[in-house]
């Protein structure tokens, strides 16, 4: 999980880029149906960067342990496009985590804007960990002889594996506790039964029931 979600954040931030750069340009000599697909396309790839820009805005915030304790007890339900099911998030300060109920795994890019709107609903933006770009930019290679290749090739992959580490380090941690179907049970209450009519006789009998008998 941790290799797909760093290859992600590594493809996407340089796609991030490239959008900014060069803005949304759809190719002029596109048919209907593959215009719809390309639009259907960009838009997915922009909808991973949800919340962030909000995510950047929203002021640090300075809980104090009570107060991050409490943020288990504020779930919040959310559907996420493209994946067509709900999922209800909340975040555990006994474990440093964003623990969550869905009815299959996510993947961590749709899991993060979840844990997003969550920060921004209830203004804890300390618990989660934002991943600069800078932070994950490819090393560069020392200019060396080309006989030295093998020296090179080594460098890089050891800096590739530096940078993995550091990325994984700071990465949102998620925790898959149960299903929608387990939430919904755990957390939903059961009706009460119906008040049942009572005549007169019968509470009389109710009454006279636990009343010790005289000797």
């Known amino acids: 999980m941790y290799d797909y ?44 960067y949800k919340f962030t820009e909000e995510i950047d805005l929203e002021p640090e915030s300075y809980l104090i342990e009570e107060e991050l304790n409490e943020l288990k007890n504020k779930p919040l339900k959310m559907e996420l496009a493209y994946i067509n099911q709900p999922i209800v998030m909340y975040y555990d300060n006994s474990n440093k985590s964003f623990s969550y109920y869905s009815n299959t795994d996510i993947t961590y890019k749709y899991l993060d804007i979840v844990a997003r709107n969550f920060v921004l609903e209830n203004h804890c933006k300390q618990i989660y960990n934002t991943i ?81 008998k005289e000797a």
């Open 5 to 48: 979600a760093f290859a992600t954040i590594l493809i996407l931030s340089g796609m991030l880029t490239g959008f900014v750069l060069v803005g949304y340009i759809r190719p002029k000599d596109m048919d209907e149906e593959e215009a719809k697909k390309f639009d259907e396309y960009t838009n997915q790839l922009l909808y991973e």
């Open 132 to 212: 600069k770009e800078s932070e994950i930019s490819e090393p560069e290679k020392p200019v060396i002889s080309e006989s030295s290749k093998m020296l090179n090739d080594l460098f890089v992959k050891q800096q590739r594996q530096h940078i993995k580490k550091k990325v994984e380090k700071k990465m949102n941690k998620f925790i898959r506790v149960g299903s929608i179907y387990e939430y919904e049970y755990e957390n939903v209450k059961k009706p009460l039964e119906p008040c049942k009519n009572v005549n007169v006789l019968d509470y009389l009998k109710f009454l006279k029931r636990d009343k010790p």
